[in-house]
Each structure stands twice: as structure tokens, then as C-alpha cells.
């Protein structure tokens, strides 16, 4: 299966880095294509609302950034990871841009499948993030394979690997 993950923290080592990685490890050994873009380094505005899309673009976005790189590799995944940090008790803006930009196409093409790996420094913080995740998969009609979170005792341990690990299976 071919799997897009967007790894969405800045900290190029920190946690949700690590649990992108752990994910593709996984998913590669279990002979899935994955591929992994940093979003958080691309330029990727937030959706102006101009319509343009729905009227004069046939579906082109009218903002030209890195989003142009992301929409390609978005229409051809199968399954869709998000991994993101929490950020005042949601996911951070550098995955919403990404997602809310699919505004154009709507939904991408030939993804049937979701995961979301999530890191925070204080449990009890996800729940938020979870219903955004949980409502995009059902506009989206892609099936929910499951919620991986991670905070600060939990951060780069055996335990989450094996997480990862069985929602790996899950897809
Ligand atoms: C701007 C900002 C806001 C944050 N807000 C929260 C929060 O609301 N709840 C929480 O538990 N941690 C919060 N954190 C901590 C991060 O979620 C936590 O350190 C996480 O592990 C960072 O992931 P990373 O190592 O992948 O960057 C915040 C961090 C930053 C920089």
C-alpha cells in the first residue's frame, strides 16, 4: 500500500519525528512504499477561501507553495498518516494548513485509510485532536485505523514502539 505520512513538528529529532519514523520503519518492513514529508519545513499557507478552486481553477488551488509538491503525492496515497504534536490542547497549524488545503479536491483521491500519532508533554490532552481526526475520516469516508499518543513518559520508549507497531498491522 502506498502510505503519504506527514510529519508536522519543527523539532526535526523530537517526539513525533521519532513515532514518523518508527511508523515508516514498521510500515516499510511490512512491505508498504512510504513516504514521509516534513510539512512543518515547507512553505504551506492556510486556505484564503477565495473559491478560486470551485470556480474559475478546475480544481487548482490559486496559492502556489509547497503545497504544489504535496498535492501529487496526496492523490496517489492509499492510506494517510498524520503525525503531529499538540499544541494548546489541538493539533498543530502545521497540519492544518496541509489538510485544510485538500479544500480544492476536496478529499484525496485514493485514500482509504487514516492513522494520527500524536505527542504532548501532559496526558489528558488529545481530545480535541482526536474528534478533528475522527470527523475528517468520516467526511472523508476513509476508515479510522487507529490513534497512537505519546506524552512526555511515554516519548521515544519500547512501549509506544509497540503501538506503532500493532496500528502498523491495522492498516
Ligand atoms: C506552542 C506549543 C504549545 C504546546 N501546547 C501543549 C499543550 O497544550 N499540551 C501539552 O501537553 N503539551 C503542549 N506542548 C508540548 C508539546 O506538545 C510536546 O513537547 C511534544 O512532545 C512536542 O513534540 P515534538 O517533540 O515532536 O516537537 C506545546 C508545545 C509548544 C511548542
Redesign the pocket.
Known sequence: MKILILQA???K???????AEEFRKAAEAAGHDVTVVDVSHKKIAGCLACEYCHTKGNGQCIQKDDMQELYPLMADAEALVL????????L?AQIQAPIQRMYCVNAPAKVKKMALL??????G?YTGATAEFKDICNYWKVQDCGIVT???NE?KTDQTRQKIVDLVSRL
Not at 83 to 90: C, L
Open positions: 513538528s519543527p523539532r529529532t523530537g517526539n513525533t519525528a521519532w513515532m503525525a503531529a504534536p499538540i499544541y494548546y490542547f489541538a498543530c500524536m505527542s504532548s508533554y501532559s496526558p490532552v505519546a506524552q512526555l516519548q
